[in-house]
């Protein structure tokens, strides 16, 4: 187990969960918001997690709503919203924070993993990836302008895949 199967999660219907959950999968988890100019990134995310789900791929997205506001709605809403405008199967967690004081445990560990330029730190907005391999102890990021069916994305989910 690493220090980020431990996290406690929650997801967006209330229930309890961590990265345990997923052990022995990959998993790409991305801040998502509904109203961003980088919100059809929810079409390529799901073709990834449909595309990879039987060789051990997790999407897991997690709404945000630091950046300009562009998550306001409920759970509700942001369920409806996903599942109606991109068909969005995989799971959701909370509304969260990435950045700041009350930054998420979970982000807390992930944005000490550096980008391909070197750069940790704070999330820049809305859709930034990371990739946490199967033992769940390494992590690659992709920043938001990194569309998700990128070569770049594809061939790091491939490498890292379990099956």
Known sequence: MTALDSIALTTLDGAATSL???????V????????????????????LATRYADRGLTVLGVPCNQF?????????????????????????????????ENRSPLYAELTKTPDAEGEAGDIQWNFEKFLVAPDHASVQRFRPRTEPESDTVVSAIEAVLPA
Not at 20 to 26: C, H, K, P, T, V
Not at 68 to 97: D, H, M, N, R, W
Request: glycine letters at 12%; one cysteine or more; charged letters at 15%.
């Open 68 to 100: 300009a506001g562009q998550e306001p709605g409920t759970a509700e809403e942001i369920a409806t919203f996903c599942s109606t405008s991109y068909g969005v199967t995989f799971p959701l967690l909370a509304k969260t924070e990435v950045n700041g």
């Open 28 to 47: 790409l988890v991305v801040n998502v918001a509904s109203k961003c100019g980088l919100t059809p990134q929810y079409a390529g995310l799901e073709a």
């Open 20 to 26: 345990a959950d997923y052990a022995g999968r990959a």
